[in-house]
C-alpha cells in the first residue's frame, strides 16, 4: 500500500503510477494541458491502478459532452472489478464515477461529500464537489465544502491554496465579497498558478463593477496561459467583460478573437463563453459580422448532445443569434424528447428550467417579446438551478430587460434596471 503525496492510502503496486496520478491531480486542480499525459503514464506503469482509472473517467466527464460515455463506462468498468481491494474511500471515487456516468449528480456529490469528511485533503474530491455544485447552481454548497476542508486543514498542507481559492469563489457567489476577495488573492499568494482563485477574484470585480481594477488583475500577455486547458480562455471572456462595461469595444471584439471564438474541438465551455459574449454585443447593437456562424455551426453538431442544462441553453443562444430558427425548434423538439425521458438529474432541470427558457430565447429571436417577458419574468428567481454563476447568468437578465423595453412596457424596464444597478452598482472611478 502506497500513501499519495498528500499522505493518503491509495492502492497500488507502483510508486510510479502513484507519482504520475499526484502530477494529474497538480495539473488537474491548475487547469494545464499535461494532465491527462500524467494520467496515461499513471496507467501505463498500473493498467489496473483504480485511482488512475477514476481519474481517466472524470477527465472525460469533465468534457461536457456524451460523446466520451463509452470512454467512460470502459474506465468505470475496470476500476470497479477492483473496487473489493481498494480502500473505502477509493470505493466512493468508484461509485461517485458511475452515478455522474449515468447522470445522478447529486449522487455523485453526496458520495464526494463522504469522502471529504474522513479524508478532507483529498483534493480531486473537493474540486469535482465544487466543480458539478457550480453546475448545479448550489451556491451554499460552493462555499460550505470547502469551508470544512480550509477549518481542518492549515498552509502546511500541500494544495491547501487550491482550496482556500475554491471557498473564496464559494464566498463570492454567496455574496460576500469583502471575504472572497481577501481570501481569494490569499490563495494567489500562496500559488500564481491557480487560475480559479484567480476566477474567484475575478469575479467578486465583475460583481462589484470595479471595472478598471479588473483589466489589471486579469492584465496577461496573450501567451501567458498558453500551457493551460480551455478554462484559461474563459479568463479571457472576463476580461473582455471588463472592456466592455468601459465602452472599448474594439478591445472586446479583439479578444473574442484571439481567445474566445470556439474551435473545431468545440469544448462546452468555449460556446458559453462565445456565445453570451456575443449576445451582449448584439443587445448594444454592436455588429459581430460573421462571427455567430461558427458557434451556430458547433451548437448543430450537439443537437442531442444534452449534458449540461447550462450549455443547453447556450446552444439555443448559438442557433437564435445566427438566426437558424429552423434549427433552433429542432432542438426544442430534442430538449422535450430529454425532459420527457428523464431518468437524471439533468433532464429534471431541463424539464422545470431548461426548456422554457429555450423557448424565451426563440421568442426573442421571433420578437415575440411578450412571450419572453411572461416566460423569464416568471423564472428569474429560478434560474439559479440552471447552473453557472450570477456573472454568467446576468445574459438572460439582460435580454428580459431588452425584452420589455422593446414590448413597450416602460415601467418594468425602469424597474428592472434600477433591481440590477442597486445589485450590480456602477463603481464611479
Avoid at 473517467?57 to 470497479?80: H, I, R
Avoid at 473545431?264 to 454592436?286: C, H, K, P, T, V
Amino acid at each position: 500500500m502506497y500513501h499519495d503525496g498528500v499522505g493518503l492510502e491509495i492502492t497500488s503496486q507502483s510508486s510510479e503510477a502513484v507519482s504520475a496520478y499526484d502530477q494529474a491531480v497538480v495539473s488537474l486542480l491548475e487547469y494545464r494541458l499535461d494532465a491527462g499525459q500524467h494520467a496515461k503514464r499513471a496507467l501505463e506503469a498500473q493498467p489496473d491502478f483504480p485511482m488512475g482509472l477514476c481519474f481517466r473517467g472524470y477527465a472525460l466527464m469533465q468534457l461536457g459532452t456524451n460523446q466520451v460515455s463509452a470512454k467512460v463506462e470502459k474506465s468505470l468498468q475496470q476500476a470497479a472489478a477492483m473496487a473489493p481491494q481498494c480502500t473505502p474511500r477509493e470505493q466512493h471515487h468508484i461509485k461517485a464515477l458511475e452515478y455522474w456516468l449515468n447522470g445522478h449528480v447529486r449522487a455523485a456529490c453526496r458520495e464526494w461529500e463522504q469522502i471529504l469528511v474522513t479524508s478532507p485533503a483529498d483534493l480531486l474530491a473537493l474540486r469535482l464537489h465544487h466543480f458539478m455544485s457550480f453546475w448545479q447552481g448550489h451556491h451554499s454548497r460552493l462555499r460550505d465544502i470547502p469551508a470544512a476542508v480550509v477549518g481542518r486543514l492549515d498552509e502546511s498542507t500541500p494544495g491547501y491554496g487550491f482550496a482556500l481559492g475554491m471557498f473564496a469563489f464559494g464566498l463570492e457567489e454567496c455574496g460576500d465579497y469583502v471575504r472572497g476577495e481577501e481570501l481569494g488573492k490569499r490563495a494567489v499568494e500562496l500559488n500564481r498558478d491557480d487560475l480559479w482563485a484567480i476566477h474567484a477574484v475575478a469575479h467578486v470585480l465583475e460583481m462589484q463593477s470595479r471595472q478598471h481594477e479588473g483589466t489589471q488583475w486579469l492584465n496577461q500577455s496573450d501567451d501567458y496561459w498558453t500551457d493551460r486547458n480551455p478554462f484559461r480562455d474563459h479568463l479571457w471572456w472576463h476580461t473582455a467583460l471588463f472592456w466592455l462595461e468601459l465602452g472599448d469595444i474594439e478591445r472586446v471584439l479583439q479578444h473574442y478573437d484571439r481567445h474566445i471564438r470556439v474551435d473545431e474541438g468545440g469544448f462546452y465551455l468555449d460556446l458559453q463563453n462565445a456565445a453570451s459574449l456575443l449576445m451582449r454585443l448584439e443587445l448594444l447593437n454592436i455588429d459581430v459580422g460573421e462571427r455567430w456562424a461558427e458557434v451556430a455551426d458547433l451548437a448543430q453538431t450537439r443537437i442531442d448532445d444534452h449534458h449540461l442544462p447550462f450549455t443547453d441553453v447556450h446552444f439555443m443562444l448559438a442557433l437564435t443569434g445566427a438566426g437558424r430558427l429552423p434549427e433552433a425548434r429542432s432542438f426544442i423538439s430534442s430538449l422535450e424528447v430529454f425532459a420527457k425521458k428523464g431518468g437524471n438529474d439533468a433532464a429534471q432541470v431541463t424539464a422545470s428550467i431548461g426548456l422554457s427558457v429555450s423557448r424565451a430565447l426563440l421568442a426573442f429571436a421571433e420578437e415575440s417579446y411578450a412571450a419572453v417577458v411572461d416566460s423569464l419574468l416568471e423564472l428569474r428567481h429560478e434560474m439559479t438551478a440552471l447552473g453557472g454563476s450570477h456573472a454568467q447568468q446576468d445574459i438572460f437578465t439582460q435580454i428580459l430587460i431588452e425584452a420589455a423595453r422593446r414590448d413597450g412596457r416602460t415601467a418594468l424596464t425602469n424597474n428592472l434596471l434600477a433591481q440590477r444597478d442597486v445589485l450590480r452598482p456602477h463603481n464611479k472611478d
